[in-house]
């Protein structure tokens, strides 16, 4: 998988920042006062920063921007980027210059003046989260990252901080590059490998295979892969690191390639439907960060791994089939499949796990992007605290997400003539339509979050702390919720 940058941290060497390759970057607040790192660059700079400092060009930036002195005199380094960033920065921001600093760096060394700066661990982690790039399928030898390094004046006490948030870079990376893969490479197989090899960092993982699903009557997801020639699989990632309580269960959609199926897509774009498996990769990538930090809590992560294709022994519209749960579904479209992916695996995991909560994650609905684009996730959910304890999550880590509405009157969209439900109910309020649908295959005395990602998982420029691409969207906010309410 991609790793994200080693960032190392050390003391304040200030005879070592002459001799320093590559990029320095130095921080400067609002009226532009310099530190004592930034005072030696400015002495070996002959005044350069100073003049910076009290130029509009300095002053136009908003904090966490950055503007670069290039090729510097009386320093060794190409360039000295300096971040407009208070010395007590808010979270937000601290990011966002790290982000700054990860972007512009583009391989080469990196020597980070960060002195007493408050909040220099989640610099480091902004940086580490802007600086990625999938390469896995490139022919040509990737480009070796230069070693990045923080100067601070407790470099213990930084470290020790910044090591939960390496533990999140880590669990993003995996997501995004989950993601990113082709589908001819991240088959259902291999993408049950991947996660079973997780195994090595202390998850539990099982692998549910064709037949046991079919065992256990979950129709509604193997009607979903019949299709294909790839196998349907459930993997269930146990991580129990809390007392004796029941765990939280994350659920996700693992569509690994999305043709609509008889319900065929048209051609235009339908390469992006890589990346409809998101919903399944945000929850792995929570997994992983879960384990590497160690954390003091009980998650169960499972996800439905399918692909839908066009076949001989493709479901059809008009087909009837039945869940887990033992109600029956008309198929109207074959393209809405993921809700049948979900509904089985949301009804496992209520029957196997009897979990405290359940939050599913899902490219789901087009509709959720024309209501709110690509700046928020859509979230539903059947109680107002459980929600609202996402939505401060959500806030506190910067990725957008919005309440939508759940209410029975939807439900008639939803009413078939000769089965308990359809699977789709019309062009009107569609991804309220689907909440609707997944709703019904939860417990009412089970607390649920559904979480529309299909705007954010993926997008075609670049975010603050992403290239254009996978985002990794939920791993940081799923991962605080759980640090907020499920850790002691």
């Not at 990029?23 to 009226?31: K, Q």
């Not at 995996?174 to 088959?187: K, Q």
């Not at 339509?433 to 649920?448: G, I, K, M, N, S």
Request: proline letters at 4%; hydrophobic letters at 45%.
């Amino acid at each position: 998988m991609t790793m994200p940058v080693t960032i190392n941290f050390k003391d304040i060497d200030l005879d070592a920042i002459a001799e320093a390759v590559g990029r320095i970057v130095v921080f400067l607040p609002e009226g532009g006062k310099l530190d004592q790192t930034a005072r030696r660059v400015n002495r070996l700079t002959r005044g350069a920063l100073a003049r910076f400092a009290e130029s509009s060009s300095f002053s136009d930036l908003k904090s966490g921007d950055a503007a670069d002195l290039a090729f510097p005199t009386g320093l060794a380094a190409d360039a000295v980027q300096v971040v407009r960033l208070d010395r007590k920065p808010k979270i937000a921001d601290a990011r966002k210059a790290g982000a700054a600093i990860g972007k512009a760096k583009k391989g080469k060394p990196l020597l980070v003046l960060a002195g007493n700066l408050g909040r220099a661990a989640e610099v480091s982690l902004g940086l580490a989260l802007r600086c990625y790039a999938f390469n896995e399928r490139k022919s040509a030898e990737p480009t070796e990252e230069g070693v990045v390094e923080f100067m601070v004046s407790k470099p213990d006490a930084v470290a020790a901080e910044a090591s939960d948030g390496a533990a999140l870079a880590e669990g993003v990376f995996f997501c995004r590059d989950l993601v990113s893969e082709p589908a001819n490479v991240l088959t259902t197989e291999d993408y049950a490998a991947r996660l079973a090899a997780m195994q090595e960092l202390g998850l539990d993982v099982e692998i549910l295979e064709e037949d046991q699903l079919a065992e256990l009557g979950m129709r509604c997801l193997l009607a979903v892969g019949q299709g294909s020639e790839s196998p349907s699989k459930v993997v269930v990632m146990r991580w129990n690191g809390g007392g004796d309580e029941p765990p939280l269960a994350l659920v996700g959609k693992g569509v690994v390639f999305d043709t609509g199926g008889i319900s065929l897509k048209p051609a235009g774009g339908m390469e992006d439907m890589t990346m409809d498996m998101g919903g399944s990769a945000v929850v792995c990538g929570v997994m992983r960060a879960l384990a590497l930090r160690r954390a003091k809590a009980n998650v169960v992560g499972l996800v439905g791994l399918v692909e839908n294709m066009p076949d001989g022994r493709a479901i059809r519209p008009g087909d009837v089939v039945k869940s887990m749960k033992g109600d029956t579904v008309e198929i109207i479209n074959t393209d809405a499949e993921g809700r049948l992916v979900l509904a089985d695996v949301l009804w496992y995991a209520q029957q196997q796990f009897k979990p405290t909560g359940i939050i599913d994650l899902a490219t789901l609905t087009g509709a959720i992007i024309i209501g709110l684009g690509h700046e928020k996730a859509g979230v539903f959910s059947n109680r107002d605290s459980f929600a609202d304890d996402f939505l401060k999550a959500a806030d506190q880590e910067g990725e957008g997400a919005w309440r939508m509405p759940l209410d029975p009157a939807y439900d008639k969209q939803l009413k078939s003539q000769i089965a308990d439900m359809k699977n789709v109910g019309g062009r009107p309020a569609g991804s309220v339509t689907a909440a609707q649908f997944l709703q019904r295959f939860v417990d009412e005395e089970t607390p649920w979050i559904h979480l529309d990602i299909a705007g954010v998982a993926s997008v075609k420029s670049d975010t603050t702390l992403s290239p254009k691409g996978a985002t990794g969207w939920g791993v940081l906010t799923l991962d605080r919720m759980i640090r907020n309410s499920y850790e002691g």
